[in-house]
């Protein structure tokens, strides 16, 4: 109820009188002014934690967040990209913040702006951790959902090198090969997959599929199988059995 909420507020306001850098305190305090209307007061207190630990993930997610609820999305980006091109900060942490910015834009892919601003700061983090293989996945998603199929492939393929054990880097890659009709890169990249990620059911489906419309059809029926008999999801399955015919 918002009574209890106002009675939290007046003890975190004590707690940060007594211990005015305790960055736990300033993020709490700032959730439960956002929660009760008071998104000055939450701006006003991320700022000061900010200004403590420029670079602290927790104050730079709730104040992005509020950035996005007042659709303010240049201030939303420019605080997020700031925090991933930050060459000091290490990858791990700026991993959630970007999952968070790819997350906002998924929930509204109109929004151009927004879409602009996801761009830019998946780039700024690949750029400042050009060695952090789920940078390069999450860039390759992105560019994926918005179209760009060419950028999202160059982005899977560093992902790969990066990270050969990522799954999902792997399917998507093969996806998009096999959307833009490049059977025969399919193969070579589906092959290496296998080799990276053995027994998925969906590499070997996809490297099955790059055979049959190559009519290869002995190949196909080969990577079909194998498919067929790796652990996967039943609704999954049905489609591999389909496609056995």
């Known amino acids: 109820s918002l009574g209890v909420r106002d009675s939290a507020i007046t003890q975190l306001e004590l707690l940060r009188d007594i211990d005015p850098d305790n960055l736990s305190t300033l993020n709490l305090l700032s959730e439960y002014y956002s929660r009760t209307g008071r998104e000055g007061n939450a701006k006003e207190v991320l700022n000061e934690a900010l200004s403590r ?11 992005a967040g509020i950035f996005i609820e007042d659709q303010k999305w240049d201030s939303a980006g420019a605080l997020i990209r700031t925090f991933l091109g930050d060459k000091v900060i290490l990858p791990e942490e700026k991993l959630s913040i970007a999952q968070f910015l790819y997350a906002k834009q998924q929930e509204s892919p109109l929004n151009e ?43 899977l393929e560093k992902g790969n090198e990066l990270l050969p054990q990522d799954d999902i880097a792997w399917r998507l890659r093969l996806q998009l090969l096999l959307s833009e009709d490049k059977l025969e890169e399919a193969k070579r990249v589906g092959i290496e997959a296998d080799k990276n990620v053995p027994d998925d059911s969906f590499i070997q489906f996809f ?11 002995e190949n196909a029926v080969t990577w079909l199988e194998r498919a067929s008999r790796a652990p996967a999801r039943k609704p999954f399955k049905s489609v591999v059995f389909s496609t056995l015919g």
């Open 113 to 155: 702006q927004l879409k602009k601003e996801t761009g830019w700061a998946l780039d700024a983090f690949t750029e400042s951790s050009p060695e952090y293989g789920p940078a390069f996945t999450l860039a390759g998603q992105y560019y994926a959902q918005i179209g760009e199929t060419e950028k999202a492939i160059e982005k």
């Open 53 to 63: 630990n420029a670079r602290d993930p927790q104050s730079i997610l709730n104040l």
């Open 207 to 217: 490297i099955g599929t790059a055979y049959l419309l190559s009519d290869e059809n």
